[in-house]
């Protein structure tokens, strides 16, 4: 998607139903999930107020995925999240998120562009490397188990058979991060 694509707007109207503007039909949050899925920037607005109602809607799409059991996020991830919303002082939650999702587009838009079409992303410069680091940092985040529980390894990887004593060390320093970060929030 290019950076100057202008959002797919989506009006509420009174009657809470979601009208796509550029089709000129009406739409449901699985509409719009899909829309998402497929690369494509949303805003919806309420019809009345004008006011950007795009994060409640988001946030419903992610609510009602979670609740169909197609969990993405740690329980603890959410807990922390809820934790995030109380604390008086500035989170640094927030930011942290942002570019987390953001180093991982940037490391599959890479991998995507020096894949070119037939290269086995195995073969791949710095692949290993970059799935440990990834696997590590999923460990991490959900409390020890890789994402969606133990024995349930990320999409598109493969549960390495042995760790090197490198990787454990990176495992380590990850964990210790993380928990220096979970301090400092915890004393906010």
Excluded: C
């Excluded at 991982?104 to 073969?123: H, V």
């Amino acid at each position: 998607m290019s950076k100057t694509e202008e959002p797919l707007l989506i009006k509420r109207y009174a009657s809470r139903r979601l009208y796509n503007t550029e089709t000129s039909d009406y739409v449901t949050l699985d509409d719009i999930a899909s829309f998402i899925r497929d690369g494509r920037e949303v805003q919806i607005v309420d019809l009345k107020s004008g006011d950007d109602l795009t994060r409640q809607y988001l946030l419903q799409i992610i609510a009602d995925h979670e609740s169909k059991g197609e969990s993405v996020l740690p329980v603890t991830v959410l807990t922390d999240l809820v934790r995030s919303y109380t604390t008086q002082a500035t989170s640094v939650v927030p930011e942290f998120l942002a570019a987390s999702f953001e180093m991982l587009r940037d490391g599959q838009s890479k991998m995507m562009d020096q894949m070119g079409g037939m290269n086995p992303m195995a073969n791949m410069p710095g692949f290993d490397a970059m799935k440990s680091q990834q696997e590590a940092f999923m460990k991490a985040l959900s409390g020890g188990g890789m994402v969606g529980g133990p024995g349930w390894p990320m999409p598109g990887t493969t549960t390495p058979k042995s760790a090197s004593a490198s990787d454990e060390e990176d495992l380590d320093t990850i964990k210790k991060q993380l928990a220096e970060l979970q301090d400092k929030l915890s004393k906010l």
